[in-house]
Nanobody
Framework: QVQLVESGGGLVQPGGSLTLSCATS????????MKWYRQAPGKEREFVAG????????HYTESVKGRFTISRDDTRRTAYLQMNSLKPEDTAVYYC??????????????WGQGTQVTVSS
């Protein structure tokens, strides 16, 4: 059974930091690209950051560059999102995503249930 379980969300003041974790099971973690998305109230879900295979390949949406760091630990089957200098506009539900596109066209994509991040004074 595939599971992606996010944790680490919460309430933080502007300028503060949080680290989100995405613990996984049920699929071959090492082969999957791991991403974080977020969805603010009344808005569409948006891409935040991704880490490939190998973990040296990363990509960020412009608004979080220099503040967020995505990483992965293949031995722990876990992806992380370190968030620094948080702003009120970072408030959203953050979702973990795992995706694999095979060369033969098969696609695999899994989502976590989300964790709330609220940035407010």
């Amino acid at each position: 059974q595939v599971q992606l379980v996010e944790s680490g969300g919460g309430l933080v003041q502007p300028g503060g930091s949080l680290t989100l974790s995405c613990a996984t099971s049920g699929f071959f973690f090492d082969d999957f690209v791991m991403k974080w998305y977020r969805q603010a109230p009344g808005k569409e879900r948006e891409f935040v950051a991704g880490v490939g295979v190998p973990a040296t390949l990363t990509h960020y949406t412009e608004s979080v560059k220099g503040r967020f760091t995505i990483s992965r630990d293949d031995t722990r089957r876990t992806a992380y999102l370190q968030m620094n200098s948080l702003k009120p506009e970072d408030t959203a539900v953050y979702y973990c995503n795992a995706r694999l596109d095979e060369l033969d066209g098969r696609e695999y994509e899994y989502w976590g249930q989300g964790t709330q991040v609220t940035v407010s004074s």
